[in-house]
């Protein structure tokens, strides 16, 4: 599950787990959540090496609201890259301070598995750069959506 990553658009850097979740930290600091107060970010790592931030942007009408997830793979897929190694996500309860454990919502399993190998992708979920869980989006959506053919 700590799987090395080369960037080929940088010779000889790597996009570890690290440095992922240490992207998704950053992102979580942009996260605008003034109606939930819980801050997420996520970082969304390519196939081709290329890593997309996305964190929660709310409205003051809820519905409009977007997940951190959601707003890396629209990201992403807006420029056109649509294959996917791992998403890594961190969640802060802002008040309290406390970084807790955020495994995705449905809606964004959904989109996940809409352009990612449900048995490969991983979704990793970080207290910190040194502990995290991962889990493949089967084990998170078994069933899910999809067309046939
Ligand atoms: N949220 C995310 O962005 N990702 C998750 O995995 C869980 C929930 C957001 C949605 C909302 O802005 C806030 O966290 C509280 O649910």
């Not at 081709?48 to 793979?73: K, L, Q």
């Amino acid at each position: 599950m700590n799987g090395i990553f080369a960037h080929p658009s940088r010779k000889g850097m790597v996009i570890d787990m690290e440095r992922l979740i240490h992207s998704a930290l950053m992102a979580r600091e942009r996260a605008y959540c003034p109606y939930s107060g819980f801050a997420v970010g996520a970082a969304l790592l390519a196939k081709n090496g290329s890593v997309y931030t996305g964190c929660n942007v709310e409205n003051a009408a809820f519905s409009p609201s977007c997940c951190a997830e959601r707003t890396a793979f629209f990201k992403a897929v807006s420029e056109g890259v649509k294959e996917f190694e791992r998403i890594a996500i961190v969640a802060q309860n802002v008040k309290e301070g406390k970084i807790e454990k955020a495994t995705p919502c449905g809606v964004c399993l959904q989109v996940m598995l809409e352009f990612c190998d449900p048995d490969a992708f991983e979704v990793v979920t970080a207290l910190s750069v040194k502990e995290y869980e991962a889990y493949r989006l089967r084990e998170l959506l078994p069933h899910g959506f999809q067309r046939e053919g």
